[in-house]
C-alpha cells in the first residue's frame, strides 16, 4: 500500500484526486489547517478514510511533522490561495502561500522522506499575456495577477529542487478546470449558482466582467487523473494539462441559461468594477505531451456546464425541501 500526503485536499482538485487514490489501495493523509469551522463539505463522504494530519504551508515545522507522521511515496501539493481576484487584495498572502508555501513544502520532504514523489499544482495563469498560441511547456510564462506570478515562482522553484537534489518532483500545468464542487467565487460557480437561483426566483440579476475571455475549460474529475499519471512515470518532467478547445465566458452564459429556458441577455449586465486590472485573454493549452501518458479529458464543455446547472438546482431544491420541513 502506497502512502500519499494531500495539500488542499478539502478543495475541489483535491477531493476528487483522494477518491482517485482511495479507490487505487492507498493509504491518504489530507493536510488540515486548523480552524474553528473546517470546511469538509468536498470531502464528507470519505473523511473517514482519510487520515489527517495538521499543517499549514505557512508554518515550515508543521509541514516537517506532517511529512515525518504521514511517510508519504507520493505529495500532491494542491494548497494554495487560489482565487485571482482576492490575489490584488492580498498580494502579500498570496505570495506567503502560493509561492513561499511551496518551498518550505518542499524542504520537508527533502530533509524527511527525500525518495517521495512530488507533485506541483502550477496554473495556465502563468502564461498570462501569452507569447504563443497554443500554449505548451516549452511556451514562455509572462504572468498577469499576483497570483499568476506566486505560481511562477512555486513551479520554478519545483525545478529548481529537482535539478539541485535529484528530487522526483514535477508540476502540472493544469488550464482551467471545474466541477459541482468549485468555490462560488470562481467564474464558472459563480455563473451556475446563479441561473439555478434565478429559475428558482431567488435572484433577479447577474454582474459580470468581461464577458469575452476566453478559457480552456475541463473536468477537475477528469484532472487529478493527469495528475497521479505524472508521478507513475521513470523520470519527472512538467506537463501541461488542457482539453485543447476555448470557450468565451459569454459562451458558458450562453450554455447555463439556455439549460434551464432562459437567455443569459435577459439577465446579465458587464459591470466595470468586476474587470480585471490586467486581463487574460485568450488561454489555449496543447495537451500532446500528457496525452502520451494515455490521459484524457472526458467530459465536453457543455457536458460540464450543465452537470453545474444541475448540481446547483438540485442543492437549492434540498435547502427549499428542508425549510418547508421545518
Known amino acids: 500500500m502506497k502512502n500519499a500526503l494531500i495539500t488542499g485536499i478539502t478543495g475541489q482538485d483535491g477531493s476528487y484526486l483522494a477518491e482517485l487514490l482511495l479507490s487505487k489501495g492507498y493509504k491518504v493523509y489530507g493536510l488540515k489547517r486548523r480552524t474553528s469551522l473546517p470546511n469538509l463539505e468536498n470531502v464528507q463522504h470519505i473523511e473517514k478514510e482519510i487520515e489527517w494530519v495538521f499543517g499549514d504551508l505557512t508554518d515550515p515545522g508543521s509541514l516537517i511533522e506532517a511529512v515525518l507522521r504521514s511517510n508519504p511515496d507520493e505529495v500532491y501539493n494542491l494548497a494554495a490561495q487560489s482565487y485571482v481576484a482576492t490575489s490584488w487584495d492580498q498580494p502579500t498572502l498570496t505570495g506567503n502561500i502560493t509561492a513561499i508555501g511551496v518551498t518550505h513544502l518542499l524542504e520537508a520532504v527533502r530533509r524527511v522522506k527525500p525518495d517521495a514523489r512530488f507533485y506541483q499544482a502550477s496554473s495556465s495563469e502563468m502564461f498570462g499575456k501569452v507569447q504563443e498560441v497554443p500554449q505548451r511547456e516549452t511556451t514562455s510564462f509572462y504572468p498577469r495577477s499576483p497570483y499568476a506570478v506566486a505560481k511562477v515562482y512555486g513551479h520554478w522553484i519545483t525545478v529548481n529542487f529537482r535539478e539541485s537534489y535529484g528530487m522526483y518532483a514535477c508540476s502540472g500545468i493544469l488550464f482551467n478546470h471545474e466541477s459541482p464542487r468549485r468555490g462560488v467565487e470562481f467564474v464558472t460557480r459563480k455563473v451556475t449558482r446563479a441561473v439555478a437561483r434565478i429559475k428558482a426566483g431567488l435572484q433577479e440579476q447577474l454582474a ?41 465566458v459569454r459562451e458558458l452564459l450562453e450554455i447555463a441559461f439556455h439549460h434551464v429556458g432562459l437567455n443569459y441577455q435577459d439577465y446579465v449586465y458587464v459591470d466595470p ?35 453545474m446547472v444541475d448540481a446547483d438546482l438540485a442543492s437549492i431544491q434540498g435547502r427549499v425541501l428542508n425549510v418547508a420541513a421545518l
Open 208 to 248: 459580470m466582467g468581461n464577458l469575452d475571455a476566453k478559457r480552456d475549460w475541463g473536468f477537475a474529475g477528469d484532472y487529478v487523473d493527469a495528475m497521479w499519471r505524472m508521478l507513475q512515470q521513470s523520470k519527472p518532467e512538467d506537463y501541461v494539462v488542457a482539453t485543447g478547445e476555448t470557450h468565451s
Open 273 to 307: 468594477a468586476l474587470i480585471r486590472p490586467a486581463e487574460v485573454d485568450v488561454l489555449l493549452g496543447d495537451a500532446t505531451k500528457v496525452r502520451k501518458l494515455g490521459w484524457k479529458p472526458r467530459v465536453s464543455f457543455p457536458e460540464l456546464v450543465t452537470m
